[in-house]
């Protein structure tokens, strides 16, 4: 709220990841938690999400009866960074054909100067998108600043929405949010780009992916 955000959205990573031992039973503790704190201050939107990991097909965490009771979803490639290219473009088309999965999560899973990213057909990752209605995280975050913005111009052009966070893992993480917008402008986004600039219910409207 001292931000000034409208809303905010708690993406936890999914139980697959085996080092956050997330459990069904904890995401839908956070989830009683976050609604009351909502209740406690509904001047501010709080939705309850995830994290997913999009597995080696394409297929993501928890079967869409589970997943319907989020807010919003991310997927995210986590692990077999080494894939063809085309089995990797097939990997995230998949994910974005799930009606379940809202956001494609630092889509080329770089990590600057620690992991090159992956080898994907960005043309038809770009189409497959828009297509979809799934957004691109640019992922503020120092290490991956992921879209990077000549991705970010270039999946515009197909008519891509796109979503800037700060992939925060610690409160003082919060501040690098600044990291992301920069690298949005450098793309030449605007607010109509961007899913989280929108006013709630724009967003809440184009979370009903599919409805």
């Known amino acids: 709220a001292a931000r000034r955000y409208a809303y905010y959205a708690v993406t936890d990573h999914a139980s697959n990841l085996a080092m956050q031992r997330m459990t069904d039973e904890k995401m839908l503790e956070q989830r009683r938690r976050l609604r009351a704190l909502q209740e406690r201050y509904p001047k501010m939107a709080l939705l309850h999400g995830s994290e ?23 997927a995210s490639i986590h692990s077999h960074f080494n894939q063809s290219k085309d089995r990797m473009t097939r990997r995230l088309i998949r994910a974005m054909e799930n009606p379940h999965v809202h956001i494609i999560g630092h889509p080329t899973a770089r990590l600057i100067g620690r992991r090159e990213p992956i080898e994907v057909d960005l043309d038809e990752v770009f ?85």
Request: charged share 30%; with cysteine; glycine share 8%.
């Open 52 to 74: 997913l990991n999009i597995d080696p097909d394409g297929g993501v965490d928890w079967p869409a009866e589970f997943l319907e009771g989020f807010d919003v979803c991310v």
């Open 127 to 211: 189409r497959a998108a828009a297509r979809t209605g799934t957004a691109l995280e640019i992922n503020a975050f120092p290490d991956r600043l992921d879209l990077k913005d000549e991705h970010i111009a270039w999946a515009r052009r197909y008519g891509v929405r796109f979503a800037v966070d700060t992939d925060a893992h610690a409160t003082p993480h919060l501040d690098i949010m600044r990291y992301g917008v920069a690298t949005a402008q450098r793309g030449w986004l605007t607010k109509e780009d961007v899913i989280n600039a929108w006013p709630l219910g724009r967003l809440r409207r184009f979370l009903r992916k599919g409805s």
